[in-house]
Every structure is written in C-alpha cells, then in structure tokens.
C-alpha cells in the first residue's frame, strides 16, 4: 500500500507562516513522521491571500467570525469559502490524519480563544478550517501540536491514522456483510487493546448484524469503531501491545513507526 499522507498545519513543519513571521516546528514530524508518512501542508490564513508578516487575526462573537483585530477586516467568508474548496482537495488526496495547531483561530482543533461582548474572552472555540475539516471528515484522526510531542499522543495518532486508511478501503468497495465481519476480526486486536468493554459491546452488535442499507451499516459501525479508538486510555494499550505482540500492527509502515516512537528499534 502506498504512504501514508497526513494533513498538517504549515508552521508545524518549520515553514515561516505565521503573523509574526515565525514557525512552530515540532521535530517529531520530521525527524520521526517523515519516515512512514507523506506530508500534506497547508496554511490556511496564507491560502485566503493573507502576507507574512500580517495582522493578527481572532474569533469573536457568539457565532464566531474571523476578524482582524486592529483593521476589523472581516475574514469570515473567504475563509469558509476556501475552507470547502481545500476540505475537497483532501479529499482526492486520501489524507488519513491531520496535526493542527492549537489555539489557531483558523486551525485550532479545540478551546480557541473567541471574543465576546465587552472583551471577554471564552476558550471553547474551533478554527474555522478545523471546523469545516471536522464536518468534511466526521472520523479523520485529528491531533494537536502539544499532543503530538508526547509519545501517547503520538502512537494515538499513527494507530488511528492507520486504521482510518483501512477501513477508508474498505469503505470504498462493494458492502457485504461478510466483508464487514472480516474487517472486523482483523481490527479486534487493536480494538480490545484500547477498550476492551466497548470491544466487547461492538462484537455483540457485529454477532446480530442489524439490517439496512450498506451506508447505515457502515455508518452504524464507524461511529463504534472510531469511538473504541478514541478512548483516552487507548494509546497505553496499544504500547503495552507493541511490546507483547507487535505482529498486531499488521502494516510493516505502522509497526515501524511505534517502535520508532517507543525507541524499541
């Protein structure tokens, strides 16, 4: 199977983008990532034709807008118009993961500062381009940039990126119940290594298949599957079955990189 490709956000990966003419290189990504993975960059403030340097932008408002802070330049409408626009390209380019920048108020995945009346500020809200990337993509494994530089949040990453790809295949062929239960057993491993109680809920429900189209199915399954592989104690399991039975991460590219990142290679 061909490289994985992994969304990430420009400055991350030590390109000067940022407002103040900065980077914010995390090392891991080159250094480690680069070796199984193919990088797949983007800034979105640089793509709706902001310069480097520029002035810095924020959310404000109860349904947030983006806007200059200084200008009061309203960004809010090309960057969701681009924002659809780059969300459909990836699409095409089959990207299986996505490291943003955290408190962005374009990439940040979770608790971006957003303005309110009066100057108060809340941290609850999401980059515009993280919010159209989470509604392109329901299940696309999503990381932060702090995450990313612990060795959890990393094998969190490479497992589910990886099993994105898979089941991303499997999703594009012909549905067959069959198919479905074999996909299954392939993944159970990984599956009860993160959370063996919900492991245990989605082998009952895949033992009395309930009917319907191949999407509601599909889709029935995705919600389980990717919800057992987010479980925040997910990542410590996979590390203790690496070191058990690292034949479990069936992907040579997988299994490379978690023991890169666990130093056992």
């Keep these: 199977m061909a490289r994985l490709r992994l969304g990430v956000s ?3 990966l030590g390109e000067t983008v940022r407002y103040d003419g900065g980077h914010k ?44 802070a200084a200008s009061r ?37 979770r608790r971006v500062e957003v303005v309110g009346a009066g100057g108060t500020v809340r941290r609850n809200g999401v980059g515009l381009f993280a919010a159209a990337l989470g ?7 999503v990381i932060g940039d702090e995450a990313i530089k612990t060795p959890p949040g990393q094998i969190a990453l ?17 549905f067959l119940p069959n198919r479905l239960k074999s996909f299954h057993e392939e993944e159970t491993r990984l599956l009860q290594s993160a959370n063996p109680e919900q492991a245990e809920s989605l082998a009952r ?7 319907g189209t191949a999407g509601q199915v599909c889709g029935a399954f995705a919600e389980r599957f990717f919800g057992i592989l987010d479980s925040p104690a997910a990542a410590e399991g996979w590390k203790r079955l690496l070191t058990r039975r690292p034949e479990a991460f069936r992907e040579e590219g997988e299994r490379r990189l978690l023991l ?3 130093n056992l290679r």
């Design 205 to 211: 429900w895949m033992a009395r298949l309930p009917e």
């Design 73 to 109: 330049t309203d960004h809010t409408r090309a960057m969701t118009a681009w924002g659809r626009r780059r969300t459909r390209e990836l699409r095409s380019l089959g990207i299986a993961g996505y490291v943003l920048k955290e408190r962005s108020p374009s990439c940040g995945p």
């Design 135 to 141: 509604a392109a993509f329901p299940h696309l494994p």
């Design 10 to 12: 420009s400055c991350l």
């Design 260 to 262: 890169r990142i666990l």
């Design 25 to 68: 290189l995390r090392a891991v990504l080159p250094e480690i990532f680069a070796e199984e993975m193919d990088f797949v960059p983007t800034c979105p403030e640089i793509e709706i034709g902001l310069g480097v340097p520029r002035e810095p932008i924020r959310l404000e408002g109860e349904e947030p807008r983006l806007v200059a």
């Design 158 to 174: 490479v497992v589910r990126a990886f099993a994105y790809r898979r089941w991303r295949h499997f999703a594009g062929g012909r």
